[in-house]
Nanobody, 126 residues
Framework: QVQLVESGGGLVQAGGSFRLSCAASRLTFSLYGMGWFRQAPGKEREFVAA????????SYADSVKGRCTISRDNAKKAVYLQMNSLKPEDTAVYYC???????????????????WGQGTQVTVSS
């Protein structure tokens, strides 16, 4: 079955940065659009960033725009999330997700995604 495994989370100071990775297996990665979402305690899972199958289109949530870069390497079956100038409100569990049906565009609605990773915790200390 399809697996998405996130890594790179941890404790980071405010103003710092992180780079998350998501390794995919058992899927034809280049046929999927990919997204990153996050969920803070007591809040709904929210969109962070998305990238289409060939990296031609990317989209970011307003809360991270200018601080965040999503990228992918189809040969390595991996998607990445780089975030800078971190704030305590960036603290959350970060999830990567894969979308097969609309891979040519970026998808912000979490309900459109077919597969999810188990998440990686990022904690930003003030």
């Amino acid at each position: 079955q399809v697996q998405l495994v996130e890594s790179g989370g941890g404790l980071v100071q405010a103003g710092g940065s992180f780079r998350l990775s998501c390794a995919a297996s058992r899927l034809t990665f280049s046929l999927y659009g990919m997204g990153w979402f996050r969920q803070a305690p007591g809040k709904e899972r929210e969109f962070v960033a998305a990238i289409n199958w060939n990296s031609g289109t990317r989209s970011y949530a307003d809360s991270v725009k200018g601080r965040c870069t999503i990228s992918r390497d189809n040969a390595k079956k991996a998607v990445y999330l780089q975030m800078n100038s971190l704030k305590p409100e960036d603290t959350a569990v970060y999830y990567c997700a894969a979308d097969r049906s609309r891979a040519s565009v970026v998808v912000k609605d979490r309900r459109e995604y077919d597969y999810w990773g188990q998440g990686t915790q990022v904690t930003v200390s003030s």
